[in-house]
């Protein structure tokens, strides 16, 4: 089942968050349909949704969904992506087919997206059942992501100052060297780290729209850098500096001595090595809530697989 | 609760994420102490964790904890924030008063932050509970903010690039004005935004870690400007695009007519205005899970303080 969710979620992390249009809605999406079996992210940067769905769970929802489908699973779900798929990536406003898809949201928080298309002349229906995403999927997929694009972004930000200082120091030079400009309005400003950064401000933040929902070419590009990057790197043991413990402890009990290793969490190469194995270990988790999956992935330690054991650390209670 | 819920968060929206070493986690941590009451952030970027308590939540857990324990909340809890707040705002590594405090992930991913003080020549517990934060929390306080830094950050990459171009313009009408430099070492290289770009990323990134946890004084003073931006602005509408269903149907129903209106999320700017609000109205939740708490803030209809009815959107099955 990790495996399973890893895998997925490792395809994922690759996958840049496309803008779409979902009856009217404005959402990023990321989505990845394997061989009967998808894993869809959704957000309006107010919450993040996800569905992951295997088939089992997809052959027995069609079924429901539409009581005279006789078709196999196959058929059904290769129609369901060929129909799907153009909104998903945003590549069509509108999918194929006449097929119409609305968006609901449910009072419990989870979002509908209802499909309505036709195979063989029967119309057929879809439904994918979006739940919030655990805010492990949320770290992984966006804020690690967008905390290491604002670093990149900071330090660029300050070489190009550098840069403008070196290029004030040659026109300094040649100014003092009697130089003169031809044209006027060549004449540029004597660049000041402070001072451009509070104009910029300034005059770039009230026009900033407070719920940016895109990513434009220039973040995408450096989204995937930084996962890239991230995905290829092992994580750090001062990321797993928690102290376990074996049993939750019912009672409080604040004298206990803490007995526990310490654990890494799954890495995302690890996941992108697992993808080969998501249909067939997803299998047995057909249709469980996505957010029950992944308080399992983080907290079952027999299923994590790079688990590191370390020297007990000496617990502060003692 | 809604009240209580947003108030201390659009406090904690406006407070830096602030590093913190506890029992040798390196975390960062978002805090707010009231009247006998507190809410607390901690992430380690792979999760976020929170807990809100009020005082009678606080009064019965510092019972159980401390059976001996006859003094005042009120005393408890000034002696517990004086204790805990050096730790939760980084400004000491270890808090007064000898006190002794360890973290502890729970199997089911919670975490336990313990601390063991003295007040009055007693030992002293007290636990922090914290539960893997809401989703929508998470995006309030992390995701849009950084999206948002990104955006402000590559808009002045751009414009600090157009400097630089003015910049070579200035130096070539020097240059063919026959001006030579004094000093070689003086001279730049003409700059080219995408060969600097590469340049640029191929340098930085193996060099970035994979796990940024901090946000340097640069991320902090940009953090703050887009959450007061964020917070001064009213929600679009277009975020708030979703059908939503009266009541979720149990039974699949693709052909139902999506009868809804459209709400928009709590503003920050309303949850500040509603701090005063906090104990009175969080009293009544006292001790139940945030999680709860803010699924119910984010889908009970009843609670949604600026709920703006609009024209039934048409679905699109009908």
């Excluded at 300050?158 to 060297?177: F, M, P, S, T």
């Excluded at 401000?201 to 990057?229: E, I, N, W």
Aim: aromatic content about 6%.
């Amino acid at each position: 089942m990790m495996e399973a969710w890893e895998a997925s979620s490792g395809i994922l992390l690759q996958r840049p968050w496309l803008p779409v249009n979902i009856s009217g809605c404005h959402l990023l999406a990321k989505s990845w349909f394997g061989d009967t079996a998808y894993h869809i992210l959704l957000t309006d940067m107010h919450c993040v949704w996800e569905e992951r769905m295997v088939s089992a769970a997809i052959q027995k929802r069609a079924q429901e969904l539409n009581k005279r489908l006789r078709a196999p699973v196959q058929a059904f779900f290769s129609h369901l992506c060929e129909v799907v798929q153009p909104t998903l990536t945003g590549s069509d406003g509108r999918p194929t087919d006449e097929a119409l898809i609305s968006l609901t949201k449910q009072e419990d928080g989870n979002v509908n997206m209802r499909l309505k298309s036709e195979l063989a002349g029967l119309p057929l229906y879809w439904e994918f059942h979006c739940t919030p995403a655990p805010v492990t999927v949320v770290c992984v997929q966006l804020v690690r992501p967008l905390l290491l694009m604002s670093h990149l972004l900071q330090q660029q930000v300050d070489q190009l100052g550098g840069l403008l200082v070196k290029k004030d120091a040659e026109i300094q030079d040649y100014r003092e060297n009697g130089a003169t400009l031809s044209r006027e309005r060549l004449q540029t400003d004597f660049f000041e780290e402070q001072t451009n950064r509070e104009d910029f401000m300034a005059k770039t933040l009230p026009l900033l729209p407070r719920d940016t929902l895109t990513f434009d070419a220039d973040l995408q590009r450096l989204y995937a850098a930084v996962v890239t990057h991230g995905a290829t790197r092992k994580r750090r043991l001062s990321e797993t500096c928690f102290v376990e413990e074996e049993r939750p402890s019912k009672e409080p009990n604040p004298d206990v001595n803490q007995v526990g290793s310490v654990r890494s969490e799954p890495d995302e190469a690890e996941e992108q090595n697992q993808t080969r194995k998501l249909d067939g270990a997803a299998a047995k988790t057909a249709d469980r809530p996505s957010v029950k999956q992944s308080a399992q992935a983080t907290s079952d330690p027999a299923e994590r697989p790079s688990s590191k054991p370390k020297k007990k650390k000496v617990g502060l209670f003692r």
